[in-house]
């Protein structure tokens, strides 16, 4: 079994849409959350960490349930610069070793 | 923004050549690692180091080997370079865990090899 699944989409959205993408992690020990952002063929960068109490960043929206183990970013107000993959991260701190989804991939259109 | 630097950033060689492939940062972090991602796949662990002289084989095996004699300088190394290990090769450093922020990492813009 994986230690994180992504649903790897696409997803195909309009201008302005509000989007939602989930991801689970299979480890209860898992201690830091995190969502990367990859476009075509460049590096992974940090979009934003992931705190048990949830957090937003400008139209961003992270958030962690412990309980049922999943973590989920939205995306208000899309943008045609947000068509990127999304990759959910995390990291089993005692090992120091960060598990990576398969990414989920976001089209905004026109 | 991090300082991570990976050289080259593309190259072609011929089957059988030895190749390293540079990874460097300048922001004093402990750890590293060396990831490999396919086109359109996800990542795969290959190597990490939690410190000068660590080093730990990742979750996928491969054939390469690392080694770490400075903090700054984390390179991969390819004995004999076969076209199985085409592929993107991707250097990460962390960010500790201090002052209540969660340890992030941060990748360098890697290098796209292509072994013919």
């Known amino acids: 079994r994986k230690e994180v699944e992504q649903d790897p989409g696409p997803f195909n959205v309009p201008e302005g849409a509000t989007v939602a993408f989930n991801c689970t992690y299979s480890?209860?020990?898992?201690?830091?959350f995190f969502w990367y952002r990859q476009d075509c063929r460049k590096e992974p960068k940090l979009l934003m960490s992931?705190?048990?109490s949830g957090n937003e960043d400008g139209r961003f929206t992270a958030q962690l349930n412990r309980a049922s183990q999943y973590i989920s970013l939205l995306i208000r107000d899309s943008k045609l610069s947000d068509s990127a993959t999304y990759l959910c991260v995390v990291n089993i701190g005692n090992f120091n070793k960060f598990y990576f989804g398969s990414g989920t991939k976001l089209n905004v259109k026109p | 923004e991090a300082d991570i630097y990976q050289t080259p950033r593309y190259l072609v060689i011929g089957t059988g050549k030895k190749i390293t492939l540079e990874c460097s940062q300048t922001?004093?972090?402990?750890?590293m690692y060396w990831y490999q991602q396919d086109p359109g796949m996800e990542l795969h662990l290959i190597h990490y180091s939690y410190g000068v002289n660590s080093t730990e084989k990742g979750d996928l095996s491969s054939e390469s080997t690392v080694s770490r004699i400075r903090t700054e300088h984390f390179p991969l190394t390819l004995e004999s370079a076969r076209p199985s290990h085409t592929s993107q090769y991707l250097c990460?450093?962390?960010?500790?865990?201090?002052?209540?922020?969660?340890?992030?990492?941060?990748f360098g813009p890697g290098t796209r090899l292509l072994v013919l």
């Open positions: 922001m004093g972090h402990d750890k």
């Open positions: 990460a450093s962390t960010q500790g865990a201090d002052r209540g922020y969660q340890e992030t990492q941060y």
């Open positions: 992931v705190y048990s």
């Open positions: 480890n209860s020990a898992s201690q830091s």
